[in-house]
């Protein structure tokens, strides 16, 4: 079964702090991941996809195929950080049909 | 640029009854994806249009339709409401070419079936 999972609902830490929002996929075939983010009052956007390789905001993300997870991470946190953040794949030749996590909540305490 | 609208931001309609929900796609995109955001869960595909044909559909049920005009703008129709139809729906379009299709969400309307 196709799946995203995000097991973290909630996760608060202090400005400055690492951050690492965990992802984990279930798919058969070579998935495309990718984290959206949507801040207070936003509209959901595109924070980073896998294969672009690009640093947003401070923000990586690895693909680890062994472990079939694509965790976010941040080395120092800023309270600006604080928003919702999806974890999402689709599949090679899916048409871009992205499958998404229950979202993680991350506040960043000042 | 515009980016993507939809309309209305938010209704009300009562159980059985039929509503359309209708999203600008933005300038340049060929096509629009739909999804069901229900409250504390992330969004849902429903089905993708391109070139005004659908071309993907999620689980949903036949009541849920959708349509792409030439301009690329769209409707998704749903017939006979039941209460757990209430969700955020959410419009996204993209320019799909070879090597990219970076999908753009628009606001969502939030519908609530009483």
């Known amino acids: 079964a196709q799946r995203v999972t995000q097991p973290e609902k909630l996760l608060s830490v202090f400005k400055g702090a690492p951050v690492e929002l965990k992802c984990n996929y279930s798919?058969?075939?070579?998935?495309?991941l990718f984290w959206y983010v949507q801040y207070s009052r936003q509209r959901l956007q595109l924070l980073l996809r896998?294969?672009s390789r690009e640093s947003i905001k401070g923000f990586t993300a690895d693909l680890n195929k062994g472990e079939t997870s694509f965790h976010l991470k941040k080395p120092f946190a800023q309270e600006e950080d604080s928003a919702m953040y999806y974890c999402?794949?689709?599949?090679?030749?899916?048409?871009?049909?992205?499958?998404f996590g229950k979202g993680t909540k991350l506040s960043v305490k000042p | 640029e515009t980016g993507v609208t939809q309309s209305p931001t938010h209704l009300i309609k009562t159980r059985g009854q039929q509503v359309t929900l209708r999203c600008s796609s933005q300038s340049g995109h060929n096509t629009v994806s739909w999804y069901q955001q229900a409250l504390g869960q992330g969004p849902q595909f429903i089905f993708q249009?391109?070139?005004?044909?659908?071309?993907g559909r999620g689980n949903f049920p036949p009541r849920f339709s959708g349509l792409q005009f030439p301009n690329y703008s769209s409707e998704l129709n749903v017939n006979a409401l039941e209460l757990d139809d209430s969700a955020l729906y959410l419009c996204?379009?993209?320019?799909?070419?070879?090597?990219?299709?970076?999908?753009?969400f628009g606001p969502g309307t939030r519908l609530t079936v009483l």
């Open positions: 896998h294969i």
């Open positions: 996204a379009s993209s320019l799909r070419t070879p090597s990219t299709d970076t999908q753009y």
């Open positions: 798919y058969s075939g070579s998935p495309e």
């Open positions: 249009y391109y070139r005004e044909e659908e071309n």
């Open positions: 999402a794949l689709s599949g090679r030749g899916s048409q871009g049909n992205l499958i």
